[in-house]
């Protein structure tokens, strides 16, 4: 696919449902008791994962486009997955990570599998927490990441010091604590997005937060509710770093979610010197949401580390990107999760920035990148990776020349309109 300079982009967007909301709505609906209703779910290519593999075990879900109704059969009424065994995750962390907590406590046993991508993301940081919890998981070829062999046991509750901030890893073990004998917590090195304690406690669970460590209760049984999925601010973010780069423009877009452990981009493109402006605020189930008015502003350098990288750590390739539109340094630091993401984040942003001229070095656990260099148009490999193909539809706005993004198709894991409506901004339906 081709991109290439635009005038300017105008007009609104509505951004679709939330990823990470989506697939715990779907998990946590199928293991609560009645019906569960969902207002907005993403219909992407991950959170279909996580449906197709909740129906393979016994669950009634009827899918109507955006609205999604989960016809839940309580803590222990999963099946084993119906003919073969296996659940196929695709090319979705949070649903191999998230599952692999609840089959954890089953009384039946599941290979957990998925793409090329998923058999080389690393595992062993649940397989090592879940293990000490009683859990009987194995990584099929002995490499650390999936397929999983998963035989459910009776689970104990633990006190687990977690090394990365994860909210994957946090989340199998608090679903595997629904499960134990006792309190479960998990203490994290820095916050990560807390959707699983806010939509537990939706659904009924004990479940609290003590500064960076959650803290579970058994559960007897959850319940079923209603759900409005947030619009995905990881997605918006794409149009918020475009608004921002692109001379003259002006976009609106419409009920992003601002829950504070997924912010950082918003409190960074402010650092940046942007002009973001927060419209409509609204609280539902604990989430907020709003509308964001951006437009185009000069931008400058900044330093991007420590406590925020969690709360920012799928947007950091999209601010790369506008980095090099920036005036002056950005440090990008503490961020080796990306190197175990969909794709190395630091390599293919290192490597893909620099074929369109920019000057950015990889460090161990970031980037610098030196802006204010024109960028021109490049062939660009997207690994794959559904967040590399949008950063450089994104970037290929601002540069000179064509930009060819292969593999542009894998959008289709967390935004599959995003082509149109990104056209559709530009006037250029
Ligand atoms: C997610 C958590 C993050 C994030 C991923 C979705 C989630 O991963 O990068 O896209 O839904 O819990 P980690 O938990 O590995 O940081």
């Not at 293990?131 to 006190?159: D, E, F």
């Not at 900044?302 to 920036?326: R, Y």
């Amino acid at each position: 696919m081709e991109f290439q300079r635009v005038t300017r982009l105008q007009g609104q967007v509505m951004i679709p449902g939330d990823k990470s909301i989506s697939h715990r709505s779907i998990m946590f609906g199928s293991i609560a008791k009645g019906i569960t209703e969902i207002d907005n779910f993403l219909q992407g290519a991950d959170c279909l994962s996580t449906m197709a593999c909740f129906q393979k075990m016994g669950i009634d879900i009827e899918n109507k486009g955006s609205r999604v109704v989960v016809h839940g059969k309580g803590l222990h009424g999963l099946e084993a997955p119906f003919g073969d065994g296996v659940l196929d995750c695709g090319n979705s962390g949070t649903t191999t990570r998230l599952i692999a907590g609840i089959l954890a406590a089953q009384d039946f046993s599941v290979t957990l599998t998925g793409d090329s991508s998923i058999q080389k993301r690393p595992m062993k940081r649940i397989i090592a927490p879940l293990s000490q919890m009683g859990a009987h998981i194995t990584s099929i070829n002995g490499t650390g990441c999936a397929p999983l062999l998963i035989r459910g046991q009776k689970l104990s509750g633990i006190s687990y010091e977690s090394p990365v901030a994860s909210a994957q890893v946090k989340s199998a073990i608090l679903l595997a604590g629904l499960y134990a004998d006792k309190e479960t917590r998990v203490k994290e090195p820095a916050l990560s997005r807390n959707h699983t304690e806010l939509m537990l406690q939706a659904f009924g669970a004990d479940v609290r937060t003590e500064d960076t460590t959650a803290v579970i209760q058994p559960a007897r049984e959850l319940f079923g509710c209603k759900l409005s999925v947030p619009g995905d601010i990881s997605s918006a973010a794409f149009f918020l770093a475009a608004g921002l780069m692109v001379p003259g423009s002006e976009i609106l877009l419409k009920n992003v979610g601002i829950n504070p452990t997924r912010d950082g981009v918003l409190r960074v493109c402010e650092e940046m010197g942007g002009n973001v402006t927060l419209l409509n605020l609204k609280t539902e189930g604990g989430e907020s949401t709003a509308d964001i008015l951006v437009r185009h502003s000069p931008l400058h350098g900044t330093v991007i580390e420590g406590a925020i990288i969690p709360a920012l750590i799928d947007e950091l390739p999209v601010i790369a990107a506008m980095a090099c539109m920036a005036e002056g340094t950005t440090i990008i630091r503490d961020a080796a999760e990306l190197k175990v993401k969909e794709s190395n984040r630091i390599e293919v942003m290192v490597k893909n920035l620099s074929a369109m001229g920019a000057d950015v070095t990889e460090t161990e656990d970031g980037m610098i990148i030196r802006g204010g260099r024109p960028l021109h148009g490049a062939v660009i490999d997207s690994r794959l990776d559904h967040r590399i193909a949008m950063t450089f539809a994104v970037a290929a706005l601002c540069s000179d020349g064509i930009t060819e993004i292969k593999g542009a198709e894998c959008v289709n894991i967390s935004y599959p309109e995003f082509y149109r409506d990104l056209k559709r901004l530009s006037g250029n339906a």
